[in-house]
Each structure stands twice: as C-alpha cells, then as structure tokens.
C-alpha cells in the first residue's frame, strides 16, 4: 500500500526529552476501517506517540507521520484535528449534569443559522454521529444517568463529529475501557467495531489482552520506546504478547538482582485492616508487619486506588477496622491517622501532595514543628537546620535550596522532597500512592533507597503502583486487585514481573480465549 | 533587566518607592501635603482601617473571606456607645461586651462556613447585610450620643509623640498577628490552608477548625476596631462601609510586597499607608470628595491584577530549573494568593 491509502501512516518518529529518547524509530500503519491495538507498559512511549499525533509534542527531525495521505505539521493539535486526528481519553471530559446533545457540541460549537444556535440542525447531526457508532440515545438525557459504556460511546460520536461533515481519518482510543465494568466492555467494544466500519481507522490502546482477539485485525507492542513488532492478531498468542510487552529476558534479570531483606515473621503486625469497603473496593482485609514492604497492583477501577486513601483517611470508607499497633483508628479522620503513626503520600503531588506556593523547608516540618517552637516562637535556625539535614539525606537537587518555593524543584526532587516530610516524623506505618509517577529514573531510585531504609527501620510500608517493576523490586508480597477484589497474593519466589502481569492477565486464561 | 529590577527591590519594595515618590510629587504639588498635620490625620485615621486590614488579613491567610468586618466594625462601636448611653454601663463592662460581641459574629461566620459549608464569600456578605440591619434595629435610627465619661474619650484622644495613641494599638495589634502568622505553629497551619487546602487536610491540619478560629479571631479584632473608630470621631451608620475596600486593597496590594506571593502583616500595613498617601495628596489637590472611594476602587483591582500576574511570572521562572520530564509534568499549578483566596 502506497502512503496515500492508510489511514495513518507513521515513520521512524523519534521523540526526545531532555537528550533522552522516549520514543525511537517508531512505525505503524493503519488502513481505513482497521481496528489496531497498541500495547505496553507504563514509561513505553505509548502516551508520548499519542501526545505527538495529536499536537502536543513536537516530534524529532527525521520523523514523518501521514494521516490520510497528506503531511502532518508537527506541533500543532490544529493541523491535527484538521487532517482528521481525534482522540478520546481515559477522562472522557463529559459533562455528567448535561444533557447528551450539550455534550456533543461541548468542543465543536453548535451550528448557527442566521446568528442563533440551530438546534434543530444540531439535533439531526448529532443523531447521526450516534447512528455510526450504533447507538441510540435520547439526546436530552442526562450523561449522568447513562450507562459508563454509553458515556464512552458518546465521546467516541462526539469526537466523530466534524465541521464539514467529512469523516474523520484516525481515531484514538486510548484505555477507553480501563474503568468499565466486564459486563460494559463488550458493549464499548460493539460500538468501536461500528465506527472502524464507517471506515476510520482505530488505533485502540489497552492493557486487557484479552480484548484483543476477535476484534484487532493487528497488534502492536511498544517496550523501552521502541516498537517491539507488529503482528495479525490470528498469528499470536497471549503468551508471546505478554513475552513481547514486559520482556522475558529484563524480567528473568530484574529478578535475580533483587537484594531484599525479609521482614521478620514473628513480629506482630504494625497496621491490620479488616472488611474494609470503599468505592469500587469490596471487603479488602490486610496485616502488615513492621518491616515489611507490601505491593498494590491494579489498574484504575480495579478498587486500588481506593484503598491507601480509605486507610488514611482521606477518603471515606463505605465499613472496615484499622488497627495500628493494637489501637482502633478513628475512619476519615486524617490528622487521628498521624496521631496514630500512619503517614501517607498522594498520587498527585501538584494537587495533593504538596505546597507549591510554599517553601520547601515549610512544605518538609509543617508535621511537627514542636522541636522548633521555643518560648513561644518558632525558631528559624534549627528548622532551617532541619530542613538542610533532609535534603542532604535524600540527594535533594539544586542542593541548599530549602528556601526556594516547591514549585521550582523539578518532579523528582519535589517528590523527594514530600517523601522527606513523612520520613521525618518516623511513621510507623507508610502508605505510599504511585510514589515515583513523573520522576525521572535517578529520583526514582533515590525514593526506592529510602523507602527500603524506612522499612529496615521498621516502618511498615504499603505501596500502591501501577508500575509493575516498581513492585517487583521492593515488595516482599504484591496484591492484585481485579473488580474490587485481591485476586491473588504473590509471596516470596513469585514476586517478579512477569508473575505479577501473569497474573493480572490470568483471567484470560480462565475464559479460555487464547491458550497460553 | 531583571536583576536591576530585583537588586533595587523593585518588586519587593515597590510599595516604598510609590510612597517615595508620592511624597515628592505632593509636596511639589501643593505646599500644604509637606506639613505634620499631613502625617498625623494619615496616622490616625489609617490606624483604625489598618486594624480593620489585619482582621481581613487573617481569614486570607487561610484562603477564607471576611466581608462582614466593615459592618461588624459599626455595629460594635454603636452598641459600646448605646450601652454606655442608654443602659449606663460603666466603660469597662461595655468594652468587654463590644469585644465579646465582635467575637460573637466571627463565631456566627465561622459557623455558618464551617457546619452549613456555606462559601466564605457568600457567608460573610450574607451576614454583613444582616449586621446592617442590626445597627438601625439595635439603634432604632437615631445616632446614639457619645458618651461624655472622661475614659471613653481618652481611649483614643490623647496624643503620643505628636500623634494619636491609635497608631500604637495598630502597631501592637500588628506585632501580634505578625508573631501568630509567622512565628507559631498555628500561622502555619493557616498558611497551609490557604496554599492548598486538600495537602492540608492530608497533612493532619484540622482545615475546619482553623478556618473558624481564623473568622473568629477577624470578628474579635473588627470589633476592636469599631470601638476605637466610635472613640475617635464619634458614632456614625455608615463608616464601616467605607473601611471594608481600603482593607481589601491593603491585604491584597500586602501581598505583592515585602515577601511577595504570601499575605503578610507588614506589606498589608504598607499598603494602607501608600494609598492613604495617595487618597490624601489627590484630595489635598483636587478637593473633591469621590476621590477615595474612586481611588480605592482603582486600587483593589490594580493589586489583584497585579498579584495574579505575579503568580504567573514566578511559574515562568520556574520552568527554567532543569526538567528531565516531559515538558506537559513540569506544567505547573500555581496558586497565588490571589486566585486561592477566590477559590
């Protein structure tokens, strides 16, 4: 096939940051009409490639992306929309207090005739960008009352919907069915088989494997920035896919350097948390000694992410008991959970996590200044002091900054930072929420060093992650959540990459849909 | 260019250059603004609406509104003056009660914007309209007499060092938030608050309970200020009013001063005194009497512009550090006070 009859069609694109190529040499094509799926891990480049087709990253030089046969301009989410590009992300960014039809010309404007909206004529084309996604809606229904895969739907037809009624050349789905139900996701994956039908091309970006037979015509596999290859989804089995996707060999190797200290058994257990419910988790029980460093895994929706936030108490559980060293916490209250020795760093330090307003020596002691409050002042030496003593521990960069406003430091050194802050104050039991998301590989082995010197102090640490290598390399024992539930305990030998994404795939296995 | 800008201070202490500079231009202008009668009616009457910025400036600080300290201010100067009028309470009694009540209305706010989770904003000028209908209710539309006891008037009317003791109150009452907001535990509990709520709350910060101390302790010191403005020009329905935008503009103006990015007690100060300057040599000039509020007007959105602005060029600054992350992470989300104080 010539250039001008794929869809997309996308040539050795290299994208660096900072002298570091995240993406290398990337090719792939999509006809019009396929479905192609594109896999990998977190860190693979995947996001980066998205970002880059739709405008938001300038790709390297020597890069060359054709959508629908004509050029792509670099850098520009204009030219992009323009050639015929549209994406629907995870967020889906629908209106839930909307109506449908409000929704779907949220972006796009509603058609004007003669100086006043032309509801009627936005009536009829939004009808029919759901006809070619083969849904049915009541345009003034709320979206919060429709169902999460209908939601998904209709910001696939609202992203269909174009200025000059010509139908657009590549569609993005990127995790579309990350946090749906089983039960939503055929439905979700019925709709995206009736837009490719229409004749666009779907580049469909997952982590379920299982979703992938029967319905890509081709796969594609990104590791470490590179494209590991393309294959027909008839001519590949799960196993090779999981193969292709972690890298058996940088699997087998991570596993054998691994120097982890076991806890001691016998030591009673620092935190127990029984029946704890919350959001989409159901009834998750845990015990946790002093020492020990215990692994989350599962992906948005699975019931994961709820748990580190229900234990502190930052977010309210729905029942459950924690008990710390024998004494019952108080649910959602943070500051009891402190008392009690729990400490607990957020996913989003921008957010959550941190000040950014403030100074890093304020954003480090605002836990416990007792040490510096002296006949009724606050004294700016020993803090200060304080201060300079963490950042010299934690390698924090640029160094003797600790007066310098949070927002300046880059994202490893602010995370480094926040890590600081609770390590201070000797938490008995640290929860720790994506603790190296957006950091750079130097910080993010600076965190792993100082979460394994808490633990061999004796602090009791939970970490959450969706980055399996992450896990792998610090956890004594990894839980893997699926719909709400631990679907398996790994101990001892079996915590490795490949078992954990083994066993987060496993359910494939048990449908029996390809044989491993 | 820039550090010509921050080696003179330029952007720190731009508020001293402007008072500088409108302390010539003035005295150029018109003879009579050099003249200590100038300084000492800028004192005295900048003092109470000083008082009356540092009461706003502690809710700020903890990203809360105030808008009822202007009401609540002559609400309490007229009931210290009715009771001590119509009731005969002896002047200690009443003040006690003045200040007690002055309380009572933080308390009611703080109620209002912590247990019926009412935003600050909406809380406070819902019961600043309240408070004004108090003021007719509780004085039945006739302007009570200022009371004739000798300890009422000298309160405030007695001079120290050629200017009035009210400058004094000022200074002591700004020692002590000064101490509260930056040299105690609690101050950075409010600080914290204000940055980011949320991180606060994750820290362990009792959010709600701060907040409404932070109400309380603006009513206690409003009302402070509205007795000592009864002391010292008398009783009147409507000065609060007037007290309530100089006291925004300070706090705000405050906030791009001395350490820029953060509300502080002395640039809150500062700013009182330059616009005062301001308001007063325009006058001296012009002589007509829209000119503070105009003036005022002007300034309060000249100042949060300002600090917006502020915000946003430091973020720029930022971007310069070293970034080994794709550049959409290093997108950061800054809050200046201005725009978390909204929020």
């Keep these: 096939m010539s250039t001008e009859e794929y869809a997309l069609d996308v040539r050795s694109m290299t994208k660096s940051f900072a002298g570091k190529a995240v993406l290398q040499d990337f090719d792939l094509t999509i006809e019009p009409g396929e479905i192609h799926a594109l896999l990998g891990q977190n860190g693979s480049g995947k996001s980066t490639f998205i970002k880059a087709l739709a405008g938001y990253h300038e790709p390297d030089a020597g890069s060359f992306v054709a959508v629908g046969g004509k050029d792509l301009a670099f850098g520009s989410p204009k030219d992009s929309f323009a050639l015929g590009c549209r994406f629907v992300h995870q967020d889906l960014a629908l209106i839930l207090d909307m109506s449908v039809l409000d929704n779907m010309f949220m972006s796009s404007s509603f058609p004007m005739r003669m100086g006043v909206v032309d509801k009627r004529e936005g009536r009829r084309r939004a009808k029919r960008a759901l006809e070619t996604v ?102 590949i089995s799960h196993r090779e896919l999981v193969e292709h996707l972690i890298g058996e060999a940088l699997a087998a190797e991570m596993n054998t350097q691994r120097d982890k200290v076991d806890s001691d058994l016998s030591a009673s257990p620092a935190i127990v948390v029984s029946g704890l419910q919350a959001g989409r988790l159901e009834d998750f029980s845990i015990s946790v000694r002093p020492g020990e460093i215990v692994g989350l895994y599962g992906l948005t929706g699975s019931g994961r992410e709820e748990i580190l936030p229900a234990i502190f108490g930052s977010l309210s559980a729905d029942a459950g008991t924690i008990v710390v060293q024998g004494k019952t916490l108080e649910m959602g209250r943070p500051d009891a959970a402190i008392r009690l020795g729990i400490g607990y760093m957020p996913p989003d330090r921008k957010t959550l996590g941190g000040f950014m307003s403030q100074t890093a020596r304020h954003n480090m002691t605002l836990l416990s200044m007792k040490q510096f409050f002296r006949g009724g002042f606050l004294r700016k030496k020993p803090e200060v002091a304080e201060a300079a003593r963490w950042f010299e521990r934690l390698n924090v ?95 001892g030998a079996r915590v490795t990459v490949k078992d954990i994404n083994t066993s987060f795939h496993s359910d494939i296995n048990r449908e029996g849909l390809v044989h491993a | 260019m820039n550090s010509v800008i921050s080696k003179l201070g330029l952007d720190r202490f731009s508020g001293v250059y402007l008072g500088v500079i409108l302390i010539i231009v003035f005295g150029f202008a018109t003879p009579e603004f050099l003249t200590p009668a100038t300084f000492h009616v800028i ?88 408070l004004t209908a108090s003021v007719i209710i509780v004085t039945n539309s006739v302007v009570p007499p200022q009371p004739t006891s000798a300890g009422w008037k000298s309160l405030t009317q007695f001079e120290f060092g050629g200017f009035q003791i009210v400058i004094v109150y000022l200074i002591v009452l700004a020692l002590l938030a000064w101490w509260l907001l930056e040299f105690t535990p609690a101050g950075r509990y409010l600080h914290a608050i204000g940055s980011n709520r949320d991180a606060a709350r994750l820290a362990g910060v009792r959010v709600n309970r701060w907040s409404w101390i932070a109400l309380v302790l603006s009513g206690g010191i409003a009302g402070i200020g509205g007795i000592l403005y009864t002391s010292l020009t008398g009783p009147s329905f409507t000065f609060g009013a007037t007290l309530l935008l100089p006291a925004f503009a300070a706090v705000f103006l405050g906030s791009t001063q001395l350490f820029p990015g953060r509300f502080n007690v002395w640039g809150t100060l500062l700013a009182i005194f330059v616009l005062a300057l301001g308001v007063q040599g325009l006058q001296l000039l012009s002589g007509v009497t829209w000119l503070s509020p105009m003036f005022n007007g002007i300034a309060l959105i000249a100042a949060v512009a300002l600090a917006v602005s502020r915000g946003r060029s430091r973020s720029k600054g930022s971007k310069q550090s070293k970034e080994v992350e794709p550049p959409n992470e290093a997108a950061e989300r800054h809050d200046s006070p201005a725009l978390t104080g909204v929020s």
């Design chain 2, 43 to 130: 004192a005295s009457s900048q003092s109470i609406a000083g008082i009356i910025a540092i009461a706003l400036l502690i809710p700020m600080v903890a990203g809360q509104y105030d808008l009822s300290v202007g009401t609540n201010a002559n609400l309490t100067g007229l009931v210290v003056v009715a009771l001590q009028g119509y009731w005969g309470w002896s002047l200690p009694a009443a003040l006690v009660a003045g200040v007690a009540l002055g309380v009572l209305i933080g308390f009611v706010n703080g109620f209002i914007v912590v247990v019926l989770k009412v935003d600050s904003f909406i809380a406070t000028l819902g019961v600043s309209s309240i």
């Design chain 1, 134 to 235: 083969g849904l049915d809606l009541d345009l003034d229904t709320f979206v919060k009352d429709l169902r999460p895969a209908e939601r998904t739907g209709l910001a696939v037809a609202r992203a269909l919907l174009s200025h000059n009624n010509e139908t657009p050349s590549v569609l993005v789905l990127d995790e579309p069915t990350a946090s749906l139900p089983t039960i939503e996701v055929q439905a979700l994956l019925a709709t995206v088989r009736r837009t490719a039908a229409a004749g666009v091309g779907i580049l469909y970006v997952t982590h379920h494997l299982d979703e992938i037979p029967n319905f890509a015509q081709r796969v594609s596999v990104l590791r470490n920035g590179r494209l590991v290859g393309t294959w027909k989804t008839a001519e």
């Design chain 1, 397 to 491: 960069q640029p160094q003797k900054a600790e007066e310098a406003l949070l927002s300046t430091f880059s994202g490893g050194n602010q995370q480094k930072i926040l890590l600081g802050k609770w390590l201070r104050i000797d938490p008995k039991v640290m929860l720790l929420d994506e603790p190296s998301q957006g950091v750079d590989v130097g910080a993010k082995l600076e965190v792993h060093k100082q979460i394994a010197l808490a633990a061999t102090n004796g602090t009791a640490v939970i970490i959450g992650s969706s980055d399996v290598e992450e896990l792998a390399s610090l956890c004594e024992r990894v839980l893997v959540l699926r719909d709400g539930h631990v679907a398996e305990e790994l101990t």
